[in-house]
């Protein structure tokens, strides 16, 4: 093996390694510039989470719609997974009532922290889609949502400038969170109604998160309150969400 | 634009100390000046393929094990008719990690996929390497390549210096259609791509199709990996490794 076969060779994956090595560093140095790092961005699968995250974040940065359907490519079989009906004694109780006790809070960085009753959220303009519905399993199905966009209720509590997430908190325990480009994103939903009809209590009775552009994880049933935030930090781990705590992306766009 | 320019610099000067060699002279001359088999990007490309692919191909069996059915067109789930249920035991806790990993090697796997075209387009190792001279593409002549690799007619050393049509149709097949393949249908099926390209999925036939294609492709890949791999070991297994780790052809009667 000659002398000049190993300097060229030693030569070439140094420029590679350095090359590699400074383009990795300017990414991670932009991504954190342009707020483009999920807070689930530590460890060696954070560096897959960054680069999809910041990558959907420019792709998606003129926030087109998710796909809509027709009325008739409903899917007849809508499996419902994970509670299916919440243990909570004064949640069973509500249900007989028509969830006339169940009241949304909405709190943090807001102007006018509120509570909404179910009828209150009824009297907002409304949104009707047919999406699909796409669970990190592997199936699908294709429903229909009539809700009040989140937009309008983070509206009507005045959103202070420097939030950066909107946490989720659920009658069943479970948490999460969105960044503001999906809170904002008209078809984010609160929803009420699937198929034209009161929400089912098996799909989040009796309103539950729409984020047709995340995976079926991210929307959220059984919606309790929502708290304004500019930090992931205080919340579980600091990941975002307690699926992420479970190694489940907190961005889900994959 | 400067992080671009500085993407070109490197590709240019890893390709740089081959270029003048790496030319006609296989197919001329073969040995004359033992000449590197493989260029340096190709060798590195290389391997850090295959170690996203096999990462790929793990996470893709934890993943699948979820859900390991299959549906044509846009929706399917439990209690729905499907095209194929594959006969795996249902396992719901390992697509965490899976996806973790099969996103990152991914990644890995687009970003590294994109070095080594680029390169291979610049330096002229497709054109050279893969792309099959017009007399060999005539039926007859597949046949006939056909039947000498069935009957392990042995190779000259001119021979095994360059790529055979069967090899070349093989290799234009991976790289400019089987792993494409597996990229689209892999972004058809986010809800965010989809968002943004709604065609996307749709070319597939929907969510679902693109699923299942993404499955096929992905048999198709794995047979060619054995093939692949049998074929080395064949054809001998170090004088067909050196070259892909070192860039050096074992050269016979010589020694090393």
Not at chain 1, 86 to 96: G, H, K, L, M
Not at chain 1, 111 to 132: D, G
Not at chain 2, 221 to 239: E, Q, R
Request: hydrophobic share 45%.
């Amino acid at each position: 093996m000659s002398s000049s076969f190993t300097r060229r060779r030693f030569l070439t994956s140094a420029v590679a390694a350095s090359a590699a090595a400074s383009a990795s560093g300017a990414a991670a140095l932009l991504a954190r510039r342009y707020g483009l790092t999920p807070p689930d961005h530590g460890g060696l699968f954070g560096i897959g989470e960054t680069l999809t995250y910041a990558a959907h974040r420019v792709l998606l940065s003129r926030q087109p719609l998710a796909r809509e359907f027709n009325r008739d490519q409903i899917s007849a079989n809508f499996p419902a997974i994970n509670t299916v009906m919440p243990e909570d004694d004064s949640y069973r109780q509500d249900i007989v009532g028509g969830f006339r006790q169940w009241r949304l809070t909405v709190d943090g960085l807001v102007a006018r922290p509120s509570e909404f009753s179910l009828a209150e959220l009824k009297n907002y303009p409304s949104r009707t889609q047919i999406t699909q519905h796409i669970c990190e399993q592997g199936w699908s199905a294709i429903g229909e949502w009539t809700g009040v966009p989140l937009s309008l209720v983070l509206n009507a509590v005045g959103i202070q400038p420097q939030a950066k997430y909107v946490f989720f908190n659920c009658v069943d325990g479970w948490w999460d969170s969105l960044d503001m480009a999906d809170a904002w994103h008209p078809q984010t939903l609160l929803a009420y109604a699937m198929n034209g009809r009161d929400l089912p209590v098996p799909h989040g009775a009796p309103v539950r998160l729409r984020v047709e552009r995340q995976l079926g994880y991210k929307n959220l049933k059984y919606l309790s309150s929502i708290t304004v935030t500019d930090s992931a930090k205080d919340w579980g781990k600091g990941q975002g969400a307690q699926g992420a705590e479970n190694g489940y992306s907190w961005y889900a766009g994959i | 634009m400067c992080r671009g320019s500085a993407c070109w610099c490197v590709i240019v000067a890893l390709n740089m100390p081959e270029l003048a060699q790496i030319g006609p002279l296989p197919k001329q001359d073969p040995g004359a000046l033992n000449p590197p088999r493989h260029r340096a990007v190709v060798r590195v490309a290389h391997w850090i393929n295959m170690l996203a692919f096999l990462a790929l191909v793990i996470s893709g069996g934890a993943i699948l094990l979820a859900h390991p059915r299959f549906y044509w067109g846009e929706t399917g789930a439990f209690g729905t008719p499907a095209l194929i249920e594959l006969p795996l035991p249902l396992n719901l806790d390992q697509s965490g990690w899976g996806r973790s990993l099969h996103f990152l090697a991914a990644w890995i796997c687009v970003l590294n996929g994109s070095v080594y075209v680029v390169s291979g387009l610049i330096s002229g190792h497709f054109r050279i390497n893969f792309l099959p001279d017009r007399a060999e593409i005539a039926m007859n002549a597949i046949l006939h390549r056909l039947s000498d690799s069935l009957r392990w007619r042995k190779l000259s050393e001119e021979e095994s210096m360059t790529y055979n049509v069967l090899q070349r149709l093989t290799y234009v097949s991976v790289v400019f259609a089987l792993f494409p393949l597996m990229i689209v249908t892999g972004l058809a099926m986010s809800p965010a791509v989809s968002a943004v390209v709604p065609a996307v999925p749709r070319i597939f036939g929907g969510h679902q199709s693109s699923r299942t294609v993404h499955f096929f492709v992905t048999n198709l890949l794995i047979v060619f990996l054995i093939v692949h791999v049998a074929m080395v070991g064949l054809a001998g297994f170090w004088s067909r490794m050196r070259p892909m780790i070192t860039g050096r052809p074992v050269r016979r009667k010589q020694g090393i």
